[in-house]
């Protein structure tokens, strides 16, 4: 079992920043690929970033050039950073651990961005 914890969301004005973390505990020597996705009321949840085990990142279109996904595997916490940050970006972010056959989500935290 893996739990996640997200915490870091809130209220920003458009242009701001804000740094989201998920804290592992538990099997975190079996967790393979971390990613963060968001869901806005009324839509599908949506992969935001991605990092593996080794680094290796990558990005939906919406968030290259202002996001940046990192990874402390000494400390068993994956962050978001979040730059320039728009209305649009206003979701529950929620963290997904993937291990061998299985995946575990975080509760999610709410970012709002006001214009």
């Known amino acids: 079992q893996v739990q996640l914890v997200e915490s870091g969301g809130g209220l920003v004005q458009a242009g701001g920043s804000l740094r989201l973390s998920c804290a592992a505990s538990g099997r975190v020597l079996s967790i393979n690929v971390m990613e963060w996705y968001r869901q806005a009321p009324g839509m599908q949840r949506e992969l935001v970033a991605r990092?593996?085990?080794?680094?290796?990142?990558e990005y939906a279109s919406s968030a290259k050039g202002r996001f940046t996904i990192s990874r402390d595997n000494a400390k068993n916490t994956m962050y978001l950073q979040m730059n320039s940050l728009k209305p649009e970006d206003t979701a529950v972010y929620y963290c997904?651990?993937?291990?061998?056959?299985?995946?575990?989500w975080g509760q999610g935290t709410q970012v709002t961005v006001s214009s």
């Open positions: 997904k651990a993937l291990v061998v056959v299985s995946f575990y």
């Open positions: 990092i593996s085990s080794t680094g290796k990142t």
